[in-house]
T-cell receptor, first 115, second 108 residues
Framework: ETGVTQTPRHLVMGMTNKKSLKCEQH?????MYWYKQSAKKPLELMFV???????ENNSVPSRFSPECPNSSHLFLHLHTLQPEDSALYLC??????????????FGPGTRLTVL | AQRVTQPEKLLSVFKGAPVELKCNYS??????LFWYVQYSRQRLQLLLR??SRESIKGFTADLNKGETSFHLKKPFAQEEDSAMYYC??????????FGPGTRLSVLP
């Protein structure tokens, strides 16, 4: 598959569960991003990785733990989440975080529901 | 801090009518401005960027630094334009800041 893919597309989990979201990009990009999209808030940047190094943690609670083993893969590990963490989690990639006029390519998102 | 506002949560127009989606930003330097669009059941995708000064799907947007605005316009709306539109700002070499979005509904 081309572009940015995310799995699973839907996830329902209890507050005591541990789960992981996966993102893969097939564009040869070097920067990857996690965003949270809630019904009542603008798109919120969570984490940024540039050349596998984390360059941004936007004051995200520690119950969200990112991992970037290589430039093509990005994970978001989830544990002891709260119901207010229910949202659409979007992954995006771009050529390079610092490049001018750097278009971001988005995945379809994972719809997360925390019970 | 950078901030992007889109005053209208929902904008409804009739097919063939002109449409303008408003975007204002707060940033003291020279920003990069973008419009992203999300059609129903599709992923968020770039519509246009101010540096390109191009028209995409009949949409144009002009950066007005004096008014700190980047409004998106189309002279004749089509039903297939119905979607969620996000204005986004980026400082050179920095991350995106997205506005809250405006849902455009084009009525037949």
């Amino acid at each position: 598959e081309t572009g940015v893919t995310q799995t699973p597309r839907h996830l329902v989990m209890g507050m005591t569960n541990k789960k992981s979201l996966k993102c893969e990009q097939h564009l040869g990009h070097n920067a990857m991003y996690w965003y949270k999209q809630s019904a009542k808030k603008p798109l919120e940047l969570m984490f940024v990785y540039n050349f596998k190094e984390q360059t941004e943690n936007n004051s995200v609670p520690s119950r969200f733990s990112p991992e970037c083993p290589n430039s093509s893969h990005l994970f978001l590990h989830l544990h002891t989440l709260q119901p207010e963490d229910s949202a659409l989690y979007l992954c995006a990639s771009s050529q390079d975080q610092g490049q001018d006029y750097n278009e971001q390519f988005f995945g379809p998102g994972t719809r997360l529901t925390v019970l | 801090a950078q901030r992007v506002t889109q005053p209208e949560k929902l904008l409804s127009v009739f097919k063939g009518a002109p449409v303008e989606l408003k975007c204002n930003y707060s940033y003291s330097g020279s920003p990069e401005l973008f419009w992203y669009v999300q059609y129903s059941r599709q992923r968020l995708q770039l519509l246009l960027r101010h540096i390109s000064r191009e028209s995409i799907k009949g949409f144009t947007a002009d950066l007005n630094k004096g008014e700190t605005s980047f409004h998106l316009k189309k002279p004749f709306a089509q039903e297939e334009d119905s979607a969620m539109y996000y204005c986004a700002l980026r400082r050179y070499g920095q991350n995106f800041v997205f506005g809250p979005g405006t849902r455009l509904s084009v009525l037949p």
